[in-house]
């Protein structure tokens, strides 16, 4: 090999790199191609002469649909289906539904109350030791087999939406 050849070939690996890691795409890479990133809706580049004055918003990853529409608080009802619970992640909703069962952490720290008899996957409420100890009856004793009402932020654990219940507050029993 010679020296011109392989003044050509480190020059293109150098090429191959810096594209690679995104650091001269504007010089190299084909101008009427742009990625739009999907989530800040716009490319992650600047354009010819556009100053960054603020950095794009970042987004945490987590188990929600980082692609779903935003849902506007306008559109969610006063109460929602706990069946439909799922849809609102990250919102402040409430939630109606009647407790079918009621179960434990393996510590015992933690209390799921469920709104269907196979609940993997399914919308649940979470309350914690630290509530539980202030209340009159055990967890399981005062929520089976009511209807009941909770507001809070539904949120993601391992996949399935839940709402944190951390005060009585939250809780409204409908059939009482």
């Known amino acids: 090999m010679n020296c011109n050849q392989t003044k050509r070939v480190l020059c293109l690996f150098l090429i191959t790199l810096l594209l690679g890691c995104g650091v001269a795409r504007s010089q190299f ?12 809706k716009r490319s992650a580049f600047p354009e010819a002469n556009e ?8 987004k945490r ?3 929600e649909d980082q692609f779903a529409p935003a849902i506007d608080p306008a559109d969610i009802p006063a109460i929602v289906a706990w069946d ?3 849809k609102y992640v990250g919102n402040i909703i409430t939630v109606e539904g009647r407790i079918v069962s009621v179960g434990k952490s393996n510590d015992g720290k933690v209390n ?9 996957g399914k919308f649940y409420l979470v309350v914690f030791d630290d509530l539980a100890k202030t209340l009159d009856k055990p967890v399981a004793e005062l929520f ?6 909770v507001k809070g932020k539904v949120e993601t654990h391992r996949g399935s939406p839940q709402i944190k219940v951390e005060s009585m507050d939250q809780v409204e029993f409908v059939d009482q």
Request: net charge negative.
């Open 51 to 58: 100053s960054i004055d603020k950095p794009l918003a970042v």
């Open 61 to 63: 990853l987590s188990d």
């Open 112 to 120: 799921f109350l469920n709104f269907h008899q196979d609940y993997r």
């Open 29 to 40: 890479a084909d101008p009427g191609v742009n990625a739009i990133d999907p989530i800040a």
């Open 144 to 149: 089976k087999d009511q209807l009941i009402r």
């Open 84 to 86: 439909q619970a799922g």
